[in-house]
């Protein structure tokens, strides 16, 4: 099955700062998601990325805060700007592979 | 009404013990099913996919889906200390590769050697 590497495992950062995560996978995927997962919680999906169009983002969520590219079929970087001590939490991409939705390992985001 | 409830956890069995795991759903639309497990620090892991009514085996794992009663299940057979982690269960409503899932809130199961 397909592989996706996420990048950076985890970060401190200071608030009013911003944070680019990188999710690269191992072969073409249409369609990339990003999840934002807190302690206790389901996995929330933050937005849709399809390759050449804007990303498509869930109730609750605005592209200023998190920007999503999606530059070509095998990458997608996801960024949380002006970050909050509320932006802590773990974020996750997944992409449908063929045999299911696979996951990266994950960013753990501590904003302090 | 959430559209998938998840027993609450956390849940402490015996080695060699039979787990078994259960989401409930609201939404008829749902018509694939999905079981992940997490381990600490890690990204969620596919452990089951099916999309229709009954069960699906793989090793020790079946997977039991009853749409009739908007119920799915995970039962573990012969459970080891290697498989302490969160359980998620996860849905979609059609096929696609850009459905969205609807996950479960997970439960955490501890196998005591």
């Known amino acids: 099955s397909a592989v996706i590497s996420q990048k950076p495992s985890r970060d401190i950062c200071q608030r009013g700062t911003s944070l680019t995560i990188q999710c690269q996978v191992d072969s073409q995927v249409t369609m990339m998601f990003w999840y934002r997962q807190q302690p206790g919680q389901s996995l929330t999906l933050i937005a849709t990325a399809n390759q050449g169009s804007e990303a498509t983002y869930e109730s609750g969520f605005v592209i200023d805060k998190f920007p999503i590219s999606r530059p070509n079929l095998t990458f997608s970087t996801l960024t949380v700007s002006n970050m909050s001590p509320e932006d802590s939490s773990i974020y996750l991409c997944s992409a449908w592979t063929g045999e299911g939705y696979t996951f990266g390992s994950g960013t753990r985001l501590t904003v302090v | 009404q959430k559209e998938v409830e998840q027993d609450p956890g956390p849940l402490s069995v015996p080695e060699g013990a039979i787990v078994s795991l259960n989401c409930t759903y609201s939404n008829s639309a749902f018509q694939y099913f999905m079981w992940y497990r997490q381990y600490s620090r890690k990204g969620p892991e596919l452990l089951m996919y099916?999309?229709?009514?009954g069960n699906k085996e793989d090793g020790r794992f079946t997977a039991q889906v009853d749409k009739s009663s908007k119920y799915i299940s995970l039962f573990i057979r012969d459970s080891q200390p290697s498989d302490s982690a969160t359980y998620l269960c996860a849905m979609r409503d059609y096929t696609g590769a850009n459905s969205k899932l609807t996950f479960g809130k997970g439960i955490t199961l501890s196998v005591r050697p």
């Open positions: 099916t999309y229709s009514s």
